[in-house]
């Protein structure tokens, strides 16, 4: 039986009440771990206990420093202590984590444990041992304080309308109006808005490239692209699968996204569509309104995953009992949205921007799902058993997605409205891949060419932005605008080649999907038991878990489309 009663975990090496201030009251416990002997397997196996109890103190102190940063941008002391890690902290520990990689993999003793068990977390670590350079110490301080600068300058951004301000994410509301003269006039000062950043995200943009390769061509690699895909232990993936997945999308997918906007303008009885029509609908079809405040989407949240599967309920309800979420949208506040697994607790942190709109209910499920990928690995042994590929986390998110579908009754009053959703959602399956091919390989780019200037950059974003463009849509006098439609992607700036990995889960979850029209409570099994695998199984060894095939190939893609172009066409 599943439990969403989660226990913080319990400290036997560190100190109940133990609280990180500095380094000096942090330094003594990986010295004594640095220090101490193992002399058996059970003592490399209480030591690697240990180790991981320390790894979740840190961790979670980290998360929270970032939660209470992105929370309110406006408060500089919360950006100071979030800072001060970075910069104090995480640069100290680092020597200390290299040290304590090479002591684990030089024990006479590691032969002794499973291996089978071990598998992924020692093929992590002699990763990281591969890639440790004290030189990029200080970069990577840099780096972490850097990227949290996106949040702080879009986080200010804010728009007036009808005399009212709104934030970014409040103005989107009013791009799902029936008064097209408003769509077009809100959509426009949102990119004006934008524009008067343009130079100050370009700036910061090319601060990151710089240092990231500078990183990369320490640690003996020949740009950050390459140095990356090893960071982020993409083993069972290469640059041309990534290539593969460019041109499938444009081969199988685009086509499918220029009739989605055809019968969009057609819907819409227009001549010409226009970026600001797309989430607009006829005259006299309101635009879905599924809640209203932050605890109205909780509570519809709870009941939707409570008709999925209780336990996926139980785990909403503990973490709002813990005040785990900040989910409105207010002036100040970082974009976006994220579920930050707290390692020490277990129970994580949903944070977002609710306005009201429909893809409020996609994030929050979303998000939600990563949630209950937190519970179900949570009681893994080692901190380091959580630590998942993206691939697989993102499978937890968009198959949440999916399987939710059938139960947003809670959001919608009738049944034409659950059905408009249903349709939204589906178009956004297919829709975002284009944008997902053109921020990766973008990205692609950027860092195989890091001297370029602000033009060459700019010049290849449209380019290939072209390439994945669709006829129905006409852009004609928004060249401004579009040659700065990247810097609105957080992960550019935040986690760079973060981004690919939304399109191969979504694959996963349109698989999983496939299940679920087949054999509800089979596919809901094989979702928790993949989860409940965390990471200490390759990639491929996970999807398996969940009956999937991890299969980046253009076929394998083609077959997924026609199932969601039948699913829509059914609608």
Sequence with gaps: ?????????????????????????????????????????????KWLLDMSEMEAVVSEDACWRQIKMTCDTTDKSLEEAFTYFCMEIQPKLQPYADALNKKLIASEFLKELDQEKFYTYL???????????????????????????FGVISGAMTIEVNGQEYTMQQAGKFLHSHDRNLRESVYRKINERRIVDKDALHNLYSELIAKRHQTAINAGFENYRDYKFVELGRFDYTKEDCYNFHDAVKQHIVPLVEKIYQNKKQKLGLDTLKPWDIEAEPTGTEALKPFTTGKDLFEKSVACFQELNPFFADCLRKMNELNHFDLESRKG??????NCPLTESGAPFIFMNAAGQMDDVTTMVHEGGHAIHSFLSHNLELSAFKEYPMEIAEVASMAMELFSMN???????????????????????????????????FQHWVYENPAHTIEERTAMWLQIADEFSTGAMDITGLEEYRKTGWQRQLHLFEVPFYYIEYGIAQLGAIGLWMQYKQNPEKAISNYIKALSLGGTKPLPELYAAAGLKFDLS??????????????????
């Design 554 to 571: 253009p076929n394998h893609i083609k077959t997924l489309m026609e199932f969601v172009k039948d699913e829509m066409e059914k609608l």
């Design 407 to 441: 139960h947003w009754q809670p959001f919608f009053d009738n049944e034409e409205d659950l059905k408009r959703a249903k349709e939204h959602q589906l178009e956004r399956v297919i829709t975002i891949f284009p944008w997902i091919a053109i921020i990766d390989k």
């Design 123 to 149: 093929r992590s670590v002699r990763k990281s041992i591969d890639l440790f350079r004290e030189e990029n110490i200080p970069l990577q301080a840099e780096l972490s304080v850097m990227q949290q600068q």
């Design 333 to 338: 506040k970082a974009p976006g949205g994220y």
């Design 1 to 45: 039986m599943l439990s969403a009663n989660i226990q913080k975990l319990p400290r036997h090496f560190v100190p109940k009440e133990f609280a990180i201030t500095t380094w000096e009251n942090l330094e003594p416990y990986f010295k004594n771990l640095l220090e101490r002997e193992i002399n058996s397997k059970e003592d490399l196996e």
